[in-house]
């Protein structure tokens, strides 16, 4: 398994995206879409970044009944993502569903993530809102197992997990995890945060990293920094 690091394009527009990716005349970066890009701008934006030569994660954590779950993915599938994801907690039938959406008529797919719980639910939320009464970092790792036992590739995870998430999983299971930040940058509205050689350290497979690249002065050496501590 490679590790890269996974640029968060968390803009609300395509000219702001295109503004930003732009700056990158070297190497191209996985990038992340999420909901708000891809809301706004459609599939269109999905096409047109990977055309530009980018990998692409598709952070839309899909969540319905799986026969709905398997045809979403089946379209997501056509647009040649390389990474998709859906949320743990839609079953393990749900899961299944989705890698047979996901699976092409060549057998080849993207790789399919699922989410545990969110970091940003926490104990008391879990328990009250959701009745789940269990400590949550056992939810968590029941929710990855799951994930394995429905043939995903991995899970989002806090990078505080990530080295449980291997134990329990394996280590191709891959984990990919966002809440990083420099050492020497602001944490913003991130609770639980790692350095990027921490991440690495620790087993991280992908680090998804947003603002301390998109907001930086210079986003290409933010970029470049990111890698060198965690890849290289
Ligand atoms: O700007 P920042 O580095 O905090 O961006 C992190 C990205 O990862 C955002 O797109 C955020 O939605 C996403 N994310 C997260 N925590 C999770 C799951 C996803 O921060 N548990």
Same mark, same amino acid.
């Given at each position: 398994?490679?590790?890269?690091?996974?640029? %968060?394009?968390?803009?609300?527009?395509?000219?702001?995206?295109?503004?930003?990716?732009?700056?990158?005349?070297?190497?191209?970066?996985?990038?992340?879409?999420?909901?708000?890009?891809? @809301?706004?701008?459609?599939?269109?934006?999905?096409?047109?970044?990977?055309?530009?030569?980018?990998?692409?994660?598709?952070?839309?954590?899909?969540?319905?009944?799986?026969?709905?779950?398997?045809?979403?993915?089946?379209?997501?599938?056509?647009?040649?993502?390389?990474?998709?994801?859906?949320?743990?907690?839609?079953?393990?039938?749900?899961?299944?569903?989705?890698?047979?959406?996901?699976?092409?008529?060549?057998?080849?797919?993207?790789?399919?993530? %699922?989410?545990?719980?969110?970091?940003?639910?926490?104990?008391?939320?879990?328990?009250?809102?959701?009745?789940?009464?269990?400590?949550?970092?056992?939810?968590?790792?029941? @929710?990855?197992?799951?994930?394995?036992?429905?043939?995903?590739?991995?899970?989002?995870?806090?990078?505080?997990?990530?080295?449980?998430?291997?134990?329990?999983?394996?280590?191709?299971?891959?984990?990919?995890?966002?809440?990083?930040?420099?050492?020497?940058?602001?944490?913003?509205?991130?609770?639980?945060?790692?350095?990027?050689?921490? %991440?690495?350290?620790?087993?991280?497979? @992908?680090?998804?990293?947003?603002?301390?690249?998109?907001?930086?002065?210079?986003?290409?050496? %933010? @970029?470049?920094?990111?890698?060198?501590?965690?890849?290289?």
């Amino acid at each position: 398994m490679g590790k890269d690091v996974i640029i %968060a394009c968390d803009f609300s527009s395509a000219a702001k995206t295109f503004e930003f990716l732009d700056r990158f005349t070297g190497r191209k970066p996985f990038v992340k879409i999420g909901m708000e890009l891809f @809301y706004a701008e459609g599939p269109a934006i999905v096409k047109e970044i990977k055309k530009r030569g980018h990998k692409i994660f598709l952070d839309l954590k899909l969540h319905d009944i799986p026969n709905t779950v398997k045809k979403a993915m089946s379209v997501l599938s056509n647009l040649d993502v390389d990474l998709c994801n859906l949320h743990a907690g839609g079953t393990v039938r749900m899961m299944e569903a989705a890698l047979e959406g996901l699976t092409r008529e060549d057998g080849t797919r993207p790789l399919l993530i %699922a989410v545990t719980q969110l970091t940003s639910t926490d104990q008391e939320s879990m328990e009250n809102d959701l009745l789940i009464k269990e400590p949550i970092d056992k939810v968590v790792m029941h @929710y990855a197992a799951n994930a394995k036992k429905a043939g995903l590739d991995g899970v989002v995870c806090s990078p505080l997990e990530a080295g449980k998430v291997h134990d329990i999983c394996g280590k191709e299971f891959i984990t990919v995890t966002p809440g990083v930040r420099f050492a020497d940058g602001d944490v913003g509205d991130q609770k639980r945060v790692m350095t990027p050689a921490e %991440a690495k350290k620790i087993g991280s497979d @992908y680090i998804v990293v947003g603002r301390p690249i998109t907001a930086a002065e210079d986003p290409v050496a %933010a @970029y470049e920094r990111c890698v060198a501590e965690f890849c290289d």
